[in-house]
């Protein structure tokens, strides 16, 4: 979670687009990542873990100050202002939960198996209909997720309902009727202003019990989710939240829940600044799971666009002095959107709201907003009407939203990796998770270029298209002189174009003639003999202890 130092190299640029999310930085990060040291059970004797300032206090805590002492803390409960918040907030407090999950993650650079199991905790708040919520980040990859109620030294057995990846919620329940008795469902509040006070409450690392922290809203825009690698709504806040908050609710001063804490700005020269998903957006997941009996996701406008600042730009696509909008740079080809929308249409408006040259509209009161937070209040499915300048002419069009998949995925969404394996050659197709399991947090810099070309550029030609490569090669006598080849694009098979990795395992499992010939990026190419290469596939998988020459989800 702290700071990391950038390696020599640039770090490629995203273009401005509304269903490709510019990376996030390395400083913004997830505040209880699975992969901190305080999630690992480690063998010998526990660590110490350091005094936060957002542990509760007792007469013998410590701050910057000095002890605070008895004396003090009765002046704090005397203070009609202190009493007043306590009133409002302290009884939600009871509907806050800590979650328990052991993870289970796939191995994407050894796709037929699994990581070691880790543990890791985390916080929840009761919602109605017997439902919790949490990040979705904290269940991710569970193998069996527990929760505790303030109090109580019981841990009771969770069912994971859904799991929101694009806007990091999870949705729980426990069928255990004990868990229930005395829990309130947390009433939801309207987006806050600035200036706005809140409390976050959880239960970060440094104690077993609940924390309270409090602080202000300093900023509402459209903020980079780093665990779903999307751009929704967001609250900045200047309140302590730290590994184990996540999950946890924010109340404002009335008592009402109007976020949840997810992430945290680590940076050197900034201090206190997290991260809270607005009601907005969780009542935007509960709707729809509730809609759908499932979680199906934010809908996107396929399109990548670009400001219409410069006033000679303006003046060459045909726009008058009154219009404002922004221009298509390209369509996504899977997208509905497709068959009405074309490359150089300017778009004037969606919904009925007129869109400014830099891509934003009217927010509230002198504020505003990037236009892609009118398409985050849609639903899978739902109709938008949109204003677009063609050509001098102005069209409107009622278009379908619908989510898109990315070439290359930025999430597995809980699903195991698929891989394909044929005379030691292992096939996988490339996501995110695989860039950073192969080459670490630093893969933008580290990840061959042309594979981050297609992952930054690039739009999938149809639905079911994937980048197919050559993840290493487990040696043999057959492979002789190939051995070096590792992550390099499969691009044809005999001549014919590789489109997904089962159509690659369907053609070769298929093939029968004499030579196998793989065409591979940087004009590579493989040829092995068609009999003897079936022939050395099971002896190579039964050196390494591997199961099967391809994943489940390719047999079917």
């Known amino acids: 979670m702290g700071d990391s130092k950038r390696k020599r190299g640039c770090k490629p640029k995203t273009p401005k687009t509304l269903d490709t999310v510019p990376n996030p930085t390395n400083d913004v990060d997830l505040i209880d990542n699975p992969s901190s040291p305080h999630h690992c059970r480690r063998r010998g004797r526990p660590k110490k873990l350091p005094n936060h300032s957002d542990t509760p206090l007792s007469p013998s805590t410590s701050r910057r100050d000095g002890p605070v002492s008895p004396m003090a803390l009765v002046a704090m409960e005397a203070d009609p202002a202190w009493e007043n918040v306590a009133a409002r907030v302290f009884p939600a407090m009871d509907s806050v939960v800590k979650v328990f999950c052991v993870h289970t993650e796939p191995n994407f650079s050894l796709p037929w198996q699994r990581k070691r199991q880790y543990s890791s905790s985390s916080s929840g708040f009761v919602i109605g209909g017997r439902r919790v919520l949490t990040?979705?980040?904290?269940?991710?990859?569970?193998?069996?997720?527990?929760?505790?109620?303030r109090g109580s030294?019981?841990?009771?057995?969770?069912?994971?309902?859904?799991?929101?990846?694009?806007?990091?919620?999870?949705?729980?329940?426990?069928?255990?009727?004990?868990?229930?008795?005395?829990?309130s469902p947390l009433e939801f509040g309207d987006l806050p202003t600035l200036q706005d006070s809140v409390t976050v409450v959880g239960y970060p690392i440094g104690g077993d019990t609940i924390s309270v922290t409090s602080g202000v809203v300093s900023r509402i825009e459209i903020l980079s989710y780093v665990h779903g690698s999307t751009e929704l709504l967001g609250l900045q806040i200047d309140a302590a939240i730290n590994?184990?908050?996540?999950?946890?609710?924010?109340?404002?001063?009335?008592?009402?829940?109007?976020g949840i804490a997810f992430q945290s700005l680590k940076h050197e020269d900034a201090e206190n600044i997290g991260y809270v998903i607005p009601t907005p957006v969780i009542t935007?997941?509960?709707?729809?799971?509730?809609?759908?009996?499932?979680?199906?996701?934010?809908?996107?406008?396929?399109?990548?666009?670009?400001?219409?600042?410069?006033?000679?730009?303006?003046?060459?696509?045909?726009?008058?002095?009154?219009?404002?909008?922004?221009?298509?740079?390209?369509?996504?080809?899977?997208?509905?959107?497709?068959?009405?929308?074309?490359?150089?249409?300017?778009?004037?408006?969606?919904?009925?709201?007129?869109?400014?040259?830099?891509?934003?509209?009217?927010?509230?009161?002198?504020?505003?907003i990037a236009f892609s937070y009118l398409i985050s209040q849609k639903y899978s499915g739902d109709n938008a009407a949109i204003k677009v300048l063609r050509n001098s002419d102005v069209f409107k069009f009622d278009i379908k939203l619908d989510s898109h998949k990315r070439l290359i995925p930025a999430h597995s969404k809980g699903k195991p990796p698929s891989y394909y394996i044929i005379a030691g050659f292992v096939f996988t197709a490339v996501s995110v998770p695989y860039l950073r399991s192969e080459y670490g947090k630093?893969?933008?810099?580290?990840?061959?270029?042309?594979?981050?070309?297609?992952?930054?550029?690039?739009?999938?030609?149809?639905?079911?298209?994937?980048?197919?490569?050559?993840?290493?090669?487990?040696?043999?006598?057959?492979?002789?002189?190939?051995?070096?080849?590792?992550?390099?694009?499969?691009?044809?098979?005999?001549?014919?174009?590789?489109?997904?990795?089962?159509?690659?395992?369907?053609?070769?499992?298929?093939?029968?003639?004499?030579?196998?010939?793989?065409?591979?990026?940087?004009?590579?190419i493989v040829v092995l003999c068609t009999k003897t290469a079936k022939a050395a596939t099971l002896d190579i998988l039964s050196t390494h202890c591997i199961p099967s020459s391809m994943s489940d989800d390719l047999k079917s």
């Open 153 to 183: 030294d019981t841990k009771y057995l969770a069912t994971v309902l859904a799991i929101g990846t694009e806007c990091d919620i999870a949705m729980l329940t426990v069928d255990d009727d004990e868990f229930w008795q005395g829990m």
């Open 243 to 258: 590994s184990g908050n996540s999950g946890g609710p924010a109340f404002n001063d009335k008592g009402k829940c109007v």
């Open 135 to 149: 990040n979705a980040h904290s269940v991710e990859h569970y193998t069996q997720v527990k929760l505790k109620k």
């Open 284 to 368: 935007h997941f509960i709707q729809d799971y509730e809609n759908n009996g499932k979680y199906t996701g934010f809908p996107i406008l396929g399109v990548e666009w670009q400001k219409m600042e410069n006033p000679d730009l303006r003046t060459a696509m045909g726009m008058r002095p009154n219009e404002k909008g922004v221009r298509i740079r390209r369509v996504d080809p899977t997208a509905p959107e497709s068959k009405v929308l074309k490359p150089s249409d300017v778009i004037l408006s969606f919904d009925g709201v007129d869109i400014a040259n830099d891509g934003t509209v009217p927010f509230r009161h002198g504020e505003r």
């Open 442 to 524: 630093d893969y933008e810099l580290e990840a061959p270029v042309k594979l981050l070309d297609k992952l930054v550029h690039s739009m999938p030609q149809s639905p079911d298209e994937q980048i197919v490569v050559v993840s290493q090669v487990l040696v043999a006598d057959i492979n002789i002189g190939y051995e070096d080849i590792v992550n390099t694009q499969v691009l044809a098979f005999n001549g014919k174009p590789v489109k997904n990795l089962k159509s690659l395992a369907t053609m070769v499992e298929s093939y029968h003639d004499e030579y196998l010939k793989f065409d591979l990026e940087y004009d590579q």
